[in-house]
T-cell receptor
C-alpha cells in the first residue's frame, strides 16, 4: 500500500521567505503531482512530474525517484501564496491519485 | 482557458434523498474523475471514467453511487440515498490522457446532508 507523507503539516512564514514543503512516498509511481487548495476549497494543479525539476514563476518542484522524495519550493513568498499544498501520486497500473494530507501554508505580510 | 465547471456549488439535502452532482469537463478531455474530501480530511478517490464506462472505483464507491455521461458534455455523480457521512466536498476532475497530462479540477460541490 502506498503512503504519501508530507511535512511540515503547518508552516507559517514571513513575506519574502523561501519556502520548502516535502513529500515522500513508499512505492514506485508514474508521476507525482503538486496541487494547491485555496481557502474556499478549489483545487489547482501546480505541477506533474516524473523526474528532475520543473519551474513555474516563483514555484519550483523537484523529485528524486531513487529516494522517493519530492519538494515544492516557493521563492519570495507572498501572502497570496497562503493555501494548502498537497502532494499526490499516480501509478502506471491504475487511474487514481493517492493524496497526502496537505501542508497548510500561511505567509504573513 | 477552458475549465471544469461544477454545479451546484452547495447542495443541502435530507438524509435518504437522492442527489445528483453535475460536472462539465473540458471538452477535449477523455478521462473523468470524482473525488471527495470530508471536512478536515484528505482528498479521496471515488471513481474514474473513460470511454463511457467506469475504469476504476474505490471502496467508497458502493452501490449507492453511480456515474453517468448522459450527453457527451456532462458527467454526473448520483448518490441514491444520502447518509450523514456523505457530507463532503465533491470534486470533479478531467484530463486529456491517462497518465501524461495534468488533472484539471472543478471548484467542487459542497454537499451537506442533514
Amino acid at each position: 500500500k502506498n503512503e504519501v507523507e508530507q511535512s511540515p503539516q503547518n508552516l507559517t512564514a514571513q513575506e519574502g521567505e523561501f519556502i520548502t514543503i516535502n513529500c515522500s512516498y513508499s512505492v514506485g509511481i508514474s508521476a507525482l503531482h503538486w496541487l494547491q487548495q485555496h481557502p474556499g476549497g478549489g483545487i489547482v494543479s501546480l505541477f506533474m512530474l516524473s523526474s528532475g525539476k520543473k519551474k513555474h514563476g516563483r514555484l519550483i518542484a523537484t523529485i528524486n525517484i531513487q529516494e522517493k522524495h519530492s519538494s515544492l519550493h516557493i521563492t519570495a513568498s507572498h501572502p497570496r501564496d497562503s493555501a494548502v499544498y498537497i502532494c499526490a501520486v499516480s501509478f502506471f497500473s491504475n487511474y487514481q491519485l493517492i493524496w497526502g494530507a496537505g501542508t497548510k501554508l500561511i505567509i504573513k505580510p | 482557458e477552458p475549465e471544469v465547471t461544477q454545479t451546484p456549488s452547495h447542495q443541502v439535502t435530507q438524509m435518504g434523498q437522492e442527489v445528483i452532482l453535475r460536472c462539465v469537463p473540458i471538452s477535449n478531455h477523455l478521462y473523468f474523475y470524482w473525488y471527495r474530501q470530508i471536512l478536515g480530511q484528505k482528498v479521496e478517490f471515488l471513481v474514474s471514467f473513460y470511454n463511457n464506462e467506469i475504469s476504476e472505483k474505490s471502496e467508497i464507491f458502493d452501490d449507492q453511487f453511480s456515474v453517468e455521461r448522459p450527453d457527451g458534455s456532462n458527467f454526473t455523480l448520483k448518490i441514491r440515498s444520502t447518509k450523514l457521512e456523505d457530507s463532503a466536498m465533491y470534486f470533479c476532475a478531467s484530463r486529456r490522457q491517462s497518465s501524461r497530462s495534468p488533472l484539471h479540477f472543478g471548484n467542487g460541490t459542497r454537499l451537506t446532508v442533514t
